[in-house]
């Protein structure tokens, strides 16, 4: 069995990215109470469990487990001044102007097209729930990759949500 072969069949990577999110605070389940709230009122038999479920097929998506892993360790790197000082100081202040951040987690949400990406900039804007805990918690740590990472998760599983919805709109007219 190639190296490859063995990472997808034992899921180290997925596993991996979710012990990083948990290991950082983050549970599943705060992710897809984001993911309930933004699509509550388009969804009407929309459950928590669904929600959840959702986070979880967004998880198992390899470009998805790579973007968490890089933005979560990265973060955990500048935290630990394994980075150049320049880029410690510009990551620990999570500096306006840098947005690689959301760069990175473009990745995630663009697998879910333009509602991925509408979606991932709502919740980047409003911060709602867990991101904005992360976004807020800044003194000892550095959450700059990881906010926007769960907020990406979210988009991308509220998206996930919405492309299986049946269409509603009446082409005939």
Avoid: W
């Amino acid at each position: 069995m190639s190296p490859n072969e063995k990472l997808l069949k034992q899921n180290i990577l997925r596993n991996h990215a979710i012990k990083l999110l948990n290991d950082r605070g983050v549970e599943l389940k705060d992710i897809s109470d984001i993911v309930f709230d933004l699509q509550k009122s388009y969804v009407d038999d929309l459950t928590h469990e669904m929600c959840l479920h959702n986070v979880e097929k967004v998880l198992d998506k390899r470009e998805v487990q790579n973007a968490v892993i890089t933005g979560i360790e990265l973060d955990i790197a500048a935290e630990s001044g394994h980075l150049s000082p320049v880029l410690s100081d510009l990551l620990m202040r999570d500096e306006g102007l840098y947005g690689i951040d959301e760069i990175l987690c473009l990745s995630i949400v663009n697998v879910y097209g333009s509602i991925g990406l509408t979606n991932f900039g709502y919740v980047d804007k409003i911060k709602p729930g867990i991101i904005g805990k992360l976004n807020d918690e800044k003194s000892n740590c550095c959450n700059t990759f990881i906010d926007d990472v769960v907020g990406a998760l979210a988009a991308a599983a509220a998206s996930r949500i919405a492309h299986a919805q049946p269409q509603l709109d009446d082409l005939s007219r």
